[in-house]
């Protein structure tokens, strides 16, 4: 790494820290005004961004040919607008921090408040995507954290672009010099560095693919708050509306495949499968997706080729469904238990004491009954927002909205208590 | 590492982990029958534990003489007692597993409920403390999670044997094997290799001194609940109540000067230096603390030696107090957030708005107006029980009862319902 990667996350992390301690101290009403002055800006700044993002799609189709990088990365006028409109609904959003979560006075008479308080600083180490850039530090500044932002190389001069709009427009409107940071060097080591700043960094929430999730819980000292990756599945009990089921395998699978709860395995229940297998293959292979069976799948459903071992592990996060054929509830639940991600996962059953057990023994941040993994989302929980889907039980578990940007301290008010 | 420590930490692990499952679905009365059948076996098996004990307690006297390690090892008829007694208090708490923490229907009928469940399986890092093997158990046990502990090498004998007992009794009634876990190698590398298994364990909470809390800090892959550090500060306001000031500075410095919730430095405002600092200090040095002063404390406080950096930063953990002059609670507010461990910390004060801006802007724990630090702790807060003290923000913060040993998941009926 050279000094200047160093000295430059070092000194934007200082800086960070220093704004955390004015930031937890604002108001809601200087909070919001600020971020509608961000989405205005964002706006009227529109032809600016576009010739930055320009430059990232120009340089990567340099690098290579494939479109799909380049769709994720570019920006329109029509996204840029959606990302400020985004900026006005965080604004709408309850401001989590000062809620008394609870109160409650001693036997001695001293009183304790337990109250929501930001986290202080917050890392963002992300891929290419630039609208994460935005919504990111929109959402970490409402809960009253400095945000450090890590983007991806591909979107380097969007994201800068992007972070000096939002910093310009709220300085002038009183956004304390170091909320919004953006690393703008964009080697491995500079992330490396960001992993090392216990000090100054109080969380890291990576965003992204496998790699960069795994390389982050590896080598980061700063607390990490996990999040999206989904080997989800859907079970197909015997005791299933299959109509129904055949509605939630397609919508689970091909609703949107590329996201992290989607459906990457169905499994389906014995007693069921000849009937099911086949009207569901033919569905599902009618709308492109390729699908992978275990031998007795490949029985009734003509379509599957056969599975490996590494398809029960694999997310897809494309049109690829491994099918298996399970003996009933418990080898499902053993079976999601042993391969899943701890994401999303459905059963579909009109039998109760199986819903029950399913909900209750598999180990997962949503667990559903009846209907498309596809619901975890912050939006569609109604939670407004969220920084990401978090797939282990530290702190936050499922999709993250403001709230789980926080934490709270304890107030204690006395008058001369001692303790005996 | 040899072989052998290896395969004893895995093959554990393995173990807890199959557990989990298990003790993620029982129910409070078969957990609380197992809790009162251990307190029993406890009592019942005092010999036993006395003599294994009287092991360590050997073994320690022989590599020195320093009585201070051997009375924190020593187990007593009385402190067996004491801590079966713990068993029946955890089982009268109530369990937190189960508890539906939010629930709302969304607009297309689906209905969300989020749900507490365990963490799954935890491991306890501690030191000498013999007791602290059967409180991290139960406590564990009581939120649904298995537990992996290892203590340190000089309380090996008893932890074995308490370990054995609990388990003993707990089986009869029900407890799955591998749900109390206790590592019998006590090299270093044993204690490396469970910060290594993040496929097993989902959370280790370090108990013990600023070495073994770094270390884990630094060296482990799993998420890690940082616990236990406290350079607490009472802060003396120009206008507190002085009487009543003396009497919380003493009690947080001296009635137990060995614990993270204790005093470290005492911060005084300028105004009342001259009046306040002789009486107090003369008092502390009656109590046989010993004093180290900023030059303006030393010109109002005779006893008081010179204090160097080093002292504002160091968590004394004996009768020895840092004091410091300070112009007004500005200055009190950034000495404390510079030097604090983020623990508990207190101000003196009749003035509201001093108070109010210290509680706002201290970034701690627990932060007090006009009481002792020393109520930081689980019993005092009325939690019943705590398995230690967070300093961190993630997760939990400040003393650690059932509620924070466990996460959530979000439980989710439809009928039939996908994403357009």
New interface residues.
């Given amino acids: 790494m050279t000094t200047t990667a160093t000295d430059e996350v070092i000194r934007k992390a200082k800086r960070a820290k220093a704004a955390s301690?004015r930031l937890?101290?604002m108001s809601r009403a200087e909070k919001d005004e600020i971020l509608l002055a961000m989405a205005d800006a964002l706006e009227a700044a529109s032809s600016e961004i576009l010739e930055a993002n320009r430059r990232d799609v120009e340089a990567v189709q340099q690098k290579q040919s494939s479109a799909a990088p380049v769709d994720r990365l570019l920006l329109t006028e029509a996204r840029i607008a959606e990302t400020a409109e985004g900026l006005r609904t965080v604004a709408r959003l309850p401001d989590p921090v000062g809620e008394v979560l609870a109160g409650?006075r001693?036997p001695n008479g001293?009183e304790?408040s337990k109250v929501r308080?930001p986290?202080?600083v917050v890392g963002i180490i992300y891929e290419s995507r630039p609208n994460v850039t935005v919504d990111a530090a929109a959402l970490c500044f409402k809960a009253g954290n400095a945000v450090i932002l890590r983007g991806g190389s591909d979107a380097i001069n969007s994201n800068i672009a992007l972070v000096r709009i939002l910093n310009e427009a709220g300085v002038k409107h009183g956004l304390p010099e170091g909320a919004i940071e953006i690393i703008e060097t964009t080697d491995r080591a500079a992330a490396g560095q960001l992993m090392r700043l216990?000090q100054y960094v109080?969380?890291l929430v990576p965003r992204g693919g496998h790699g960069l999730i795994r390389r982050v819980?590896?080598e980061s000292?700063v607390?990490?708050?996990e999040t999206g990756e989904g080997n989800c599945h859907v079970y197909v009990d015997a005791a299933a509306?299959l109509a129904?089921a055949e509605?939630?395998v397609?919508?689970?699978k091909c609703?949107r495949p590329s996201v992290c709860n989607a459906a990457e395995t169905l499994l389906v229940h014995r007693d069921v499968a000849s009937e099911f297998l086949p009207k569901v293959g033919a569905r599902l292979a009618a709308m492109g997706v390729e699908l992978r069976g275990c031998d007795e799948t490949r029985r009734h459903m003509s379509e599957a080729k056969p599975a490996t071992e590494e398809d029960w592990a694999t997310e897809f996060l494309s049109l690829v469904l491994a099918v298996k054929v399970v003996g009933g509830v418990d080898e499902a639940i053993a079976h999601i238990?042993r391969y899943g991600t701890r994401h999303s996962e459905a059963i579909i059953t009109q039998n109760l004491n199986n819903a029950r057990r399913f909900?209750?023994?598999i180990?997962?941040?949503?667990?559903?009954?009846?209907?498309?993994t596809?619901?975890?989302d912050g939006g569609?929980?109604?939670m407004g927002a969220e920084i990401g889907i978090s797939t282990?039980?530290?702190?936050a578990?499922?999709p993250m909205g403001l709230p789980e940007l926080t934490?709270?301290?304890?107030?204690?008010?006395?008058?001369?208590?001692?303790?005996p």
Same sequence: chains 1, 2.
């Fill in positions: 301690a937890a101290a409650w001693l001293i304790i308080v986290l202080g216990t109080d969380v819980k590896e000292r607390p990490v708050i509306d129904r509605e939630i397609v919508n689970a609703q238990n909900t209750r023994e180990d997962a941040a949503a667990v559903y009954v009846n209907a498309s596809r619901f975890t569609q929980f109604g282990q039980k530290l702190h578990r499922g934490s709270y301290k304890f107030v204690i008010m006395g008058e001369g208590q001692i303790r």
